[in-house]
């Protein structure tokens, strides 16, 4: 079953623009994480948030967390074409921090 | 270099062949598991490994077998497949067995066809 879902499903945005993924859940969570995925390669972990952080920062990279909206968003801020890629975030539910659970991904475009 | 390796990277079989994809971390990692990747569907995990000899089901395990006899080695067995098995298939670990507290480093990924 499908824990997390992303928005938009694909975004085409100019070199130096920001970049802004969405990400819902349907159960209580204890952390949230985000993956890039270049085409057809394996995941790449950016960051974790767990839920009693609101945001967290890495790099270009800025997450928050909603428990309260059960939402996520990964900004990446001035974009380069190298950023391109799939993005997906993955949750675990409370009761079953064994199964790690992704949505469907976001596919980014960075136009050069 | 600490990785997750797979074998094969492709593969095509007939309906039916057993096979079997083997993983390896070197990381002496805790968890091991295996997801599937489809179109639109994201990534779908098939089972996973808290330990050695400790295997439970993730959200798509029909079909699969998996066996955990070495902490490093984590191999995905297809008894009979069919060609709704057609995917490209991932194997990833993390230190720790919280999944989801956890990094996941994952392996190139293996795209099987079954024809």
């Known amino acids: 079953s499908q824990q997390g879902e992303e928005d938009p499903q694909a975004l085409s945005i100019q070199e130096g623009e920001n970049a802004t993924m969405n990400c819902s859940y349907k159960?209580?969570?204890?952390?949230l994480q985000w993956y890039r995925q270049n085409s057809g390669r394996g995941l790449v972990h950016l960051i974790l948030?767990?839920?009693?952080?609101r945001e967290k920062h890495s790099g270009r990279l800025r997450v928050t967390l909603d428990t309260s909206k059960k939402s996520s968003s990964l900004l990446i801020t001035a974009s380069r074409a190298a950023d391109t890629a799939s993005y997906f975030c993955?949750?675990?539910?409370?009761?079953?921090?064994?199964?790690?659970?992704f949505g469907s991904g976001t596919r980014l475009l960075v136009r050069p | 270099e600490a990785q997750v390796t797979q074998n094969p990277r492709y593969l095509i079989t007939v309906t039916g062949k057993k096979l079997t994809v083997t993983c390896s971390q070197n990381?002496?990692?805790?968890?091991m598991s295996w997801y599937r990747q489809d179109p639109g569907l994201g990534l779908r995990q098939i089972y996973y490994?808290?330990?050695?000899?400790?295997?439970d089901k993730g959200d798509v395990p029909e079909g699969y077998k998996v066996s955990r006899k070495e902490k490093r080695n984590f191999p995905l067995i297809l008894e009979s497949p069919s060609p709704n098995q057609t995917s490209l298939y991932f194997c990833?670990?993390?230190?720790?067995?919280?999944?989801?507290?956890?990094?996941?480093?994952f392996g190139p990924g293996t795209r099987l066809t079954v024809l």
């Open positions: 993955a949750t675990s539910r409370m009761d079953s921090s064994y199964k790690l659970i």
């Open positions: 159960t209580s969570i204890n952390n």
């Open positions: 948030i767990r839920s009693n952080e």
């Open positions: 990381m002496n990692h805790e968890y």
């Open positions: 490994s808290m330990n050695v000899e400790v295997t």
């Open positions: 990833a670990s993390s230190a720790w067995r919280m999944a989801g507290a956890d990094t996941q480093y």
